[in-house]
């Protein structure tokens, strides 16, 4: 059974920085993306930053210039470095992985989310 476990949230000040990480439980064959999700209260779960097995990385515009998405391959860890932060980042942050597994099945692991609160 595989685990996500996040780390790193917390309360922090508006225009201050907090890093995420998502950790693995064990290795997981057939990695194409690591993401961060985040979804604020009363609002949909929205995508944040992706990063594929090939290293591309992706943003929504809205964290776009700051947010960093990055992976440590061998630790079976990413991160997302959130600097500047704004009020509107406050949401519960979930990391996801998903792949193709040996038997070509898709898979789509989630952690447990995260609290991050900008207080102005």
């Known amino acids: 059974q595989v685990e996500l476990v996040e780390s790193g949230g917390g309360l922090v000040q508006t225009g201050g920085s907090l890093r995420l990480a998502c950790t693995f439980s064990?290795?997981?064959?057939?990695?194409?993306?690591r993401e961060w999700f985040r979804q604020a209260p009363g609002k949909q779960r929205e995508l944040v930053a992706s990063i594929t097995s090939g290293g591309r990385t992706t943003y929504a515009d809205s964290v776009a210039g700051r947010f960093t998405i990055s992976r440590d391959i061998p630790n079976k860890t990413f991160y997302l470095e959130m600097n500047r932060l704004k009020s509107e980042d406050t949401a519960v942050y979930y990391c996801n992985v998903r792949g193709i597994s040996s038997r070509k099945l898709p898979y789509d692991y989630w952690g447990q989310g995260t609290q991050v609160t900008v207080s102005s």
């Open positions: 064990t290795s997981i064959f057939g990695i194409t993306a």
